[in-house]
Nanobody, 132 residues
Framework: RLVESGGDSVQSGGSLRLSCAVT????????LAWFRQALGKDREVADR????????????SYRDSVKGRFTVSRDTADNTFSLQMDNLKPEDTAIYYC???????????????????????WGQGTQVTVSS
């Protein structure tokens, strides 16, 4: 189960930290990700835009537009997956979703940023609004 929190309204240049409580993954090998979807769009999984992918071996892959501004972290002690967002821009405005899928083997790749349907566990989303 995935439960996001931390969404809010901020001004351009501001910061937010999103958290995702992660329970029940049941696998040593897994992928976690943050996706986002623009407000007002149908909430189809296939239309979500990948922000960052995190693999259980601590490797990450960020969307180009957020590199240097967003930082992901995983805390296994309290089962959270967090996204620190700095220097926010109006184009970052969206509903942010935490997603996950299990891996059978350590060498298996995560579903990419462009493949939201590769993730079979999703949170309910948390809204981020950035005003100019």
């Amino acid at each position: 189960r995935l439960v996001e929190s931390g969404g809010d309204s901020v001004q351009s240049g501001g910061s937010l930290r999103l958290s995702c409580a992660v329970t029940g993954l049941g696998s040593r090998y897994y992928c976690l990700a943050w996706f986002r979807q623009a407000l007002g769009k149908d909430r189809e999984v296939a239309d979500r835009e990948g922000v960052v992918v995190f693999k259980s071996d601590n490797t990450t892959s960020y969307r180009d537009s957020v590199k240097g501004r967003f930082t992901v972290s995983r805390d296994t002690a309290d089962n959270t997956f967090s996204l620190q967002m700095d220097n926010l821009k109006p184009e970052d405005t969206a509903i942010y979703y935490c997603a996950a899928h299990r891996l059978s083997y350590s060498y298996t790749s995560c579903a990419s940023l462009r493949n939201p349907t590769g993730y079979n566990y999703w949170g309910q989303g948390t809204q981020v609004t950035v005003s100019s």
